[in-house]
């Protein structure tokens, strides 16, 4: 531990390293609070690449464990501490170098906060789409890291499809330039997109070159209450087979909709089974929604309401946001499943997760991405209680099994992290198993980055 602090000490100023246990002891986990972490050595926030390289060269001179963070908001236990490691925060390096509007592009610093990037981009007529709902405190370097996808990715697309370049710093401290700032490019393999998704397993991200587009008008969000979620997925199904796009569908159930209310008075409607918010940043959004209402009812829809405007719209997608935290305060702990099927299997996917609720005699919420397929089934449960907390691992790895049968996968945004690992392999099988451990070969032959994730 001398050692190792002496070694950092000697390319680091004193403000970078936090050794009072009391405080690296806040950067142990992630959001999945019941996942298991270890204690790290110390947590260094570098806020140069030459910081980070000092860091990995240091890291594999002794052989110390570094695990990358950004804001600690990911769900799946991916930015947990191991044992005497060293937490490497990059929330510190969150500058914005550039903005292009010529090229589309901005050059960013991990630790920029998603929306601190989103707001910039926009004061220049840009748009940068991939938008969790994490949005306000979740960094681009995390987002990178697990390949986030949010609420607009049904018209948009996901990170993967925004991050054009990037500087890693690998574990031997080298750094590493992928991809580009063009258009175009295809240039050898793509380790660009091999770096997303990751969960700082490979490499550290220290400089991201992101496309934009330009600022669609604003949406506006149509809301449709149904009698099932059964006939909520077959209005989505509707909506897509028509050749709709819009900018964000989404789907909350009976119990994500109380919960939210509950949590913060939204006044949702309390009865609906199912609560359907479509969008459209179109020139005409009014006529598509009326489309997509139409669409709605024939489904079967009790209610069909569209907002008045861009500031009920956004009231709409704030209790959407909610939905998480609020399903957290029914029982203190939640295990977030993130399966996503293709979304003719939506419906058998909800009923499915209906009847694994009802088995385990537990309260299991869903809020989804609907239209793309992925759903946030979240068992509610009591980590104080074994049997329950032994329930809810069962119903959530069932909930897995189930969305693999209907064609999906366990994770459509969270990641792996340590939550989904044994399920990683069950999805990859055999020889996508031993492909992906030679890379990890590759990139970490002495496995410092991350280690105990993913696999
Ligand atoms: C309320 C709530 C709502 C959410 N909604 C969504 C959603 O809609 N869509 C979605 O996709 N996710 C969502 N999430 C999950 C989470 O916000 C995302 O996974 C997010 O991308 C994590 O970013 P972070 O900065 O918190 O990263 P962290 O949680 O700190 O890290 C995530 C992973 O990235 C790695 N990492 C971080 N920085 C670097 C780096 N510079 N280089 C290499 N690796 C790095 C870490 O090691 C870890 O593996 C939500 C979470 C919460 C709490």
């Not at 609070?33 to 030459?50: D, N």
């Not at 405190?137 to 996808?149: L, P």
């Not at 770096?195 to 600022?215: C, K, N, Q, T, Y």
């Not at 759903?375 to 449960?381: D, L, N």
Request: net charge negative; hydrophobic share 40%.
């Amino acid at each position: 531990m001398d050692d190792l602090l002496a070694q950092l000490r000697a390319g680091l100023p004193d403000e970078a390293l936090i050794t009072d246990p009391d405080i690296t002891a806040s950067y142990a986990h992630d959001m999945a609070s019941f996942c298991e972490a270890g204690t790290p050595a110390v947590v260094v926030l570098p806020r140069s690449v030459e910081q980070v390289q000092h860091v990995l060269r240091t890291a594999t001179a002794l052989r110390v464990p570094v695990v990358p963070q950004g804001a600690r908001t990911g769900l799946s236990g991916a930015a947990n501490a191991s044992d005497g490691c060293i937490v490497l925060s990059l929330l510190k390096m969150d500058r914005i170098l550039e903005i292009n509007p010529v090229d589309r592009i901005a050059v960013v610093e991990p630790g920029v906060v998603n929306a601190t990037l989103s707001r910039a981009v926009g004061e220049q007529g840009l748009y940068y789409p991939p938008d969790p709902s994490s949005w306000e405190t979740c960094t681009i370097g995390g987002n990178i890291g697990t390949a986030s996808g949010g609420l607009c990715c049904v018209k948009y697309g996901v990170t993967a499809e925004y991050v054009l370049g990037l500087d890693v710093v690998l574990a031997d401290g080298r750094l590493l330039t992928t991809g580009r700032r063009t258009a175009k490019g295809v240039a050898g393999y793509d380790l660009t997109r091999l770096f997303v998704g990751s969960e700082g397993s490979l490499g550290i991200v220290v400089r991201a070159v992101l496309a934009l587009r330009p600022r669609p008008p604003r949406q506006l969000v149509l809301a449709a209450e149904f009698g099932s979620a059964t006939a909520a997925c077959d209005a989505i199904c509707r909506i897509m087979e028509s050749g709709h796009t819009p900018s964000l569908l989404e789907l909350m159930d009976r119990t994500t909709v109380r919960a939210v209310n509950a949590m913060a008075n939204m006044g949702l409607p309390d009865t609906t089974e199912a609560l359907l918010l479509a969008a459209f940043d179109t020139h005409d959004p009014g006529a598509d929604l009326a489309a997509v209402g139409l669409l709605c009812e024939a489904a079967g829809a009790t209610e069909v309401v569209p907002a008045e405007d861009t500031a009920e719209s956004e009231l709409l997608l704030q209790a959407r946001r909610l939905a998480l935290p609020a399903l957290e305060t029914l029982k203190g702990t939640t295990m977030i499943d993130d399966v996503c099927v293709p979304r003719s299997r939506l419906g058998d996917l909800l009923e499915g997760i209906e009847r694994i609720g009802e088995k385990y005699g537990l309260t299991i919420g869903v809020c989804a991405h609907a239209g793309d397929g992925n759903t946030h089934p979240t068992v509610c449960f009591d980590a104080a209680d074994p049997d329950e907390s032994r329930r809810a691992r069962e119903s959530f790895d069932e909930i897995m099994a189930l969305g693999l049968e209907l064609g999906g996968t366990i994770t459509g945004e969270h990641g792996v992290g340590v939550l989904k690992k044994e399920w990683l392999a069950r999805e990859l099988g055999p020889v996508g198993l031993e492909l992906q451990r030679g890379i990890k070969q590759t990139f970490d032959p002495l496995g410092l980055l991350n280690p105990g994730k993913l696999f």
